[in-house]
């Protein structure tokens, strides 16, 4: 092992990095940001899974896809939606590239 590793800094968006268009990139890292706060939603809410389903207007077994990385299943919509069920607000900014 007498390689040595290049690092490169990465954009911030490891959808962008893997090799993504950057359209479809920006849709799939807003699309995990959002399925982020949902888990931490489900974890910090106390309540099962079926519950929180109820909560967010799907099913449990909808709310499981999303907890399982189903990113594929989800439209940026649908997650906005989710969140403003479960009693959350989504904020957007838009501003020109770098």
């Known amino acids: 092992m007498t390689e040595k590793l290049k690092m490169e800094r ?5 959808f962008l990095d893997i ?13 995990s940001e959002l399925m982020s706060r949902i888990e931490r939603f489900v974890r910090s809410s106390g ?3 079926k519950e929180c389903a109820a909560r967010m207007g799907v099913t449990q077994p909808r709310l499981n896809d999303l ?6 299943k989800f439209s940026l ?4 939606n989710m969140l403003g069920h479960a009693g ?3 904020e957007l900014k838009v501003r020109k590239a770098a």
């Open 10 to 14: 990465g954009s911030g968006n490891v």
């Open 19 to 31: 090799g993504f268009p950057r359209d479809e990139a920006q849709n799939l890292h807003l699309r």
């Open 47 to 49: 309540l099962t899974q």
């Open 67 to 72: 907890l399982k990385g189903k990113i594929e």
């Open 77 to 80: 919509d649908a997650l906005v």
């Open 88 to 90: 959350m607000r989504v």
